[in-house]
C-alpha cells in the first residue's frame, strides 16, 4: 500500500469523524501497528529477539490486510465501505 493512499483513506476518515467514530478509530489502530512494525524491526535484530520478527512483518502488513479484508466485505455487500476506490 502506498503512502499516498494510506493518506487518502485517514483524510476520509478524519472528514467523516462524526459519523463513524468506530471506524476512524479502527484505521488508527491499524496506522499504529504499521509503525510498531517497521520500528520494531531494528530492535529485533539488535538484541536478537528474532521471534519478535514475524510480528512485526504482520504488522506492517496491517493496514493492506485491514483494506483487503474490508474490499472483500463491500463487495459481498456485507459491508458498505465509502473510503474504497474500487
Partial sequence: MKLDELQR??????????DHPLEYHLWDAMLTLWLMGWVGWLPAFAFEQLWSTPLCLLA?????LYVGLRMKAHQACRLRCDWLRT
Fill in 9 to 18: 483513506i485517514k483524510q476520509w476518515h478524519i472528514s467523516h469523524k462524526q
Fill in 60 to 64: 506492517s502488513l496491517a493496514p493492506s
